[in-house]
């Protein structure tokens, strides 16, 4: 992961799908995006941040899926034109979860795609 910069025409790609989830889960407050070092900038980790935090990671991984399965019916990512791969992941506290399996702690460089203004 790191500081990479997201190119501004994914990172508009990434805007317009993280608005549609925030409005399918309203109890998402902010998702961030990140490279995936291992990836070299072609795939990225969109990081849903819940209020409340899920309990446990995998009442996460259930709200995550449930995400994933709206993404895939709707083919939004299609209708949306978004031709680079992404994983979408959550955060508990200081750790990030990514449905690989991998737990990371929160890493910096994120960029801000969607955030709950209403407060």
Known sequence: MGGEIIQSEKLEKLKELAVYLARW????????????????????????CFDPEPLNDSAG????????????VEALD?????????????EIGEQ?????????????GQTVVWQNHEE
């Open 25 to 48: 889960d309203k109890r998402i407050e902010k998702i961030v995006a990140f490279p995936d070092s291992k990836q070299e900038g072609t795939k990225f980790d969109l990081i849903c």
């Open 96 to 108: 990030v979860f990514l449905p690989n399996g991998i737990i990371i702690r929160s890493p910096g």
């Open 61 to 72: 991984f259930f709200w995550i899926a449930n995400l994933l399965t709206r993404l895939e």
């Open 78 to 90: 299609e209708r949306l034109k978004i031709l680079h791969p992404f994983d979408l992941g959550f």
